[in-house]
């Protein structure tokens, strides 16, 4: 076998093809996964801020970008620096290296629920990772959606019981609920 041989056969040299759907979905996917085990808040905002893109990239020609990408483009200038301090904090290294940033993790929450309805608008359904994250958010964030959840067969106490479960819990709860829906 010559050099170049075994270097193909390589394992550690593999090759993956990511596309922009691929990338958004793998980051969301990632992204609500560190979020049910309550992992690091700084991570999921990133994450979510570049599957977030990606979405709002692929669906803006066909008139269907992220609700918030577009929002914020309409706000003024100040406005749209505070809407992306977060990211460009976390992401920008050579910038404020002696400050310390003060973050809400219900902005990353905000970004996955608008991820989440990115992707199904742009790809017709969603994995049912995101539809557990997209229950678990309206139940208890937005209480307004109630009636939503109500129609789909879950009754008002099953939806108090489900907001008092951690985020774990909540997961392995209503997985099988997303699961047999996609049989």
Known sequence: ???KQQDADDPDNEVIVVTKESAAKSQLETAISLWFDYGDPVSIHALTVAA???LHAIGKPMGKPSAVQDWIKLQ????QKEMT???NFFKHGHRDRDQAFRYQPMHGEVLI???VMT???LFGEVTPLMRAFALRFVVTNAGAFLRVFLNEGIDEEEVEKLAKLSRPEFLTEVRHLFTEAER
Not at 76 to 79: M, Y
Request: charged share 30%.
């Open 1 to 3: 076998m010559n050099k």
């Open 52 to 54: 977030n893109e990606c």
């Open 76 to 79: 003024p200038k100040k406005v």
């Open 85 to 87: 301090a977060a990211q």
């Open 113 to 115: 629920s608008d991820s």
């Open 119 to 121: 992707y199904q608008d």
